[in-house]
């Protein structure tokens, strides 16, 4: 038996921690906030109820292996996507049903199109959930990989995402579409690997589904596995310093406390890890890529909207104005897009609203906290009020005017994310943006790294696999029943 600090009780920290318990080592999860669940966490307000991390699950059955009871609903359609043409087009998890759809709104040919895709999508999807998710990278494992030449093939190293969809895709609007899955992993479709159309292939091959109540609830019954397994959670115990020379000793809280430790597994960004927790900092140079952040509304309405459905989206007529400005680039500095996607999340759930009133989720991508060239100063005095009003305009404009409708507008930065949670800058899915993430094995021995920020990537359903590989390295203790690693 190991004794074993996990820092972070962010999904990824307690899906690690229920794993190794049952593994049979004595886990303790050591958690700076008040509240477990990290990202994934919400806020109630005049009998308003909102997820304010993630709001849409896939792969539920990455959860029940965790043992959780979660009682998913599909959702259909799995978003509606709304174009700046007035087209309308509702995606659907039955790949004959989108088809139809996809013919209806944008025609045969589109249609045709999509179907070519989302073959290339399907092999991208196979050989990344063979070789690449469900397992560390190595280098052993990427040669491996690359002498299995079709699904290397398949997963087009070298090749952006955005080309890929010019190759497939010849109406400009799927085009849209497939982009804006890139930015599912904090990434600019322009620069972000092809490999990522397993994503849109993972979305609407397995259903995208909601849970009653919210979200947020994953983090309740992953609170109660853990105590359901022995392991014990410290709240409002941040770590200052991981002790380790060649391999971890421990933990030094910020009382002063050392806690012994034979492993630890971090559950914060692999950036904080590497820059301020180790006893001397390392570089993650090359893989701390720029990854988007994101600018929340939580609007209470009155009255109902029936044109919207679960999850909607309102995308620009100039797409790629929207990545240069949150993104930067040479000679330009990140800004807040003027013309934004704009995400519109509502829950006809009755737990969530009063009667009566609808609980909206509003996110529009944006440049991290901070003042570097790529980075906007979100405490900026009346910059979050006055993007606020013009992401109201901007779904006037598209028709969705909900101004004289409202009960309150609560606004929440790429700056309250990173004070909230610890996470730099406040990058929603980890400040690696894109496929290449740092490895769930640390640099000294008995480290091992969970989380969106870490492999296999940001994401629900990644996060959870993230745990199930380091629980897979760090193995089961002598004469215990573990769960599957």
């Known amino acids: 038996m190991s004794e074993i600090v996990v820092i972070g009780a962010g999904v990824g920290g307690m899906a690690a921690a229920v794993r190794l318990a049952e593994a049979g080592h004595r886990v303790t999860v050591h958690e700076q906030s008040g509240?477990?669940?990290?990202?994934?966490?919400?806020y109630e307000r005049d009998g308003f109820r909102f997820d304010t991390g993630p709001s849409l699950l896939t792969l539920p059955d990455v959860f029940a292996e965790l043992g959780l009871d979660l009682r998913p609903e599909p959702l259909d359609p799995v978003v509606r996507h709304f174009f700046p043409d007035g087209t309308i087009l509702d995606s659907s998890a039955d790949h004959q049903v989108f088809l139809e759809r996809v013919a209806?709104?944008?025609?045969?040919?589109?249609?045709?199109d999509w179907a070519r895709f989302w073959h290339r999508a399907e092999r991208i999807w196979h050989a990344s959930w063979e070789s690449v998710l469900r397992r560390p990278v190595t280098a052993a494992s990427l040669a491996r990989l690359s002498w299995r030449l079709g699904d290397l093939a398949a997963i087009a190293p070298g090749r952006s995402l955005r080309s890929l969809g010019r190759h497939y895709l010849h109406d400009r609007r799927l085009r849209m579409l497939l982009d804006r899955y890139a930015?599912?992993?904090?990434?600019?479709?322009?620069?972000?690997?092809?490999?990522?159309?397993?994503?849109?292939?993972?979305?609407?091959?397995?259903?995208?589904?909601?849970?009653?109540?919210?979200?947020v609830t994953i983090a309740d019954s992953l609170r109660s596995r853990c105590a359901d397994s022995g392991v014990r959670i410290e709240l409002r115990s941040p770590v200052a310093k991981i002790a380790a020379d060649r391999r971890v000793r421990g933990v030094h809280l910020a009382d002063g406390t050392f806690v012994r430790a034979d492993v630890v597994v971090s559950n914060v960004d692999a950036v904080t890890l590497y820059r301020d927790l180790l006893p001397r900092p390392r570089s993650l140079a090359g893989l701390a890529d720029r990854s988007l952040a994101g600018f929340v509304l939580l609007l209470g309405v009155r009255g109902e909207t029936p044109e919207l459905a679960h999850h909607n989206v309102f995308f620009p007529r100039d797409y790629d104005a929207e990545f240069d400005a949150v993104f930067g680039g040479p000679g330009r500095r990140a800004r807040p897009a003027g013309d934004p996607t704009v995400f519109v999340t509502r829950a006809a759930d009755p737990a969530v609203r009063p009667a009566g009133h609808e609980a909206w989720f509003v996110l529009v991508n944006a440049a991290s906290q901070g003042t570097g060239w790529t980075q906007v100063d979100w405490r900026r005095p009346g910059l979050a009020g006055a993007y606020r009003d013009r992401i109201l305009d901007v779904l006037a404009a598209r028709g969705l005017d909900v101004r004289d409708r409202l009960v309150f507008a609560e606004v929440r930065t790429p700056a309250a994310l990173a004070e909230a949670t610890g996470t730099p800058g406040g990058a929603i899915y980890g400040t690696a943006g894109g496929l290449l993430r740092?490895?769930?094995?640390?640099?000294?021995?008995?480290?091992?790294?969970?989380?969106?920020?870490?492999?296999?990537?940001?994401?629900?359903?990644?996060v959870a696999l993230s745990a199930q590989i380091v629980a897979g390295l760090i193995g089961v203790a002598s004469g215990s029943r573990a769960l599957r690693p």
Not at 35 to 42: M, Q, W
Not at 104 to 112: I, N, T
């Open 104 to 112: 209806a709104a944008f025609g045969a040919e589109a249609a045709r």
């Open 438 to 462: 740092p490895a769930n094995r640390g640099p000294v021995e008995g480290l091992f790294l969970v989380g969106g920020s870490a492999h296999p990537g940001g994401g629900l359903p990644m």
């Open 183 to 215: 930015t599912y992993a904090g990434a600019d479709p322009r620069r972000a690997p092809a490999a990522l159309a397993a994503i849109p292939y993972a979305e609407l091959a397995f259903g995208g589904w909601y849970l009653p109540g919210g979200l």
């Open 35 to 42: 509240d477990v669940g990290g990202k994934l966490a919400g």
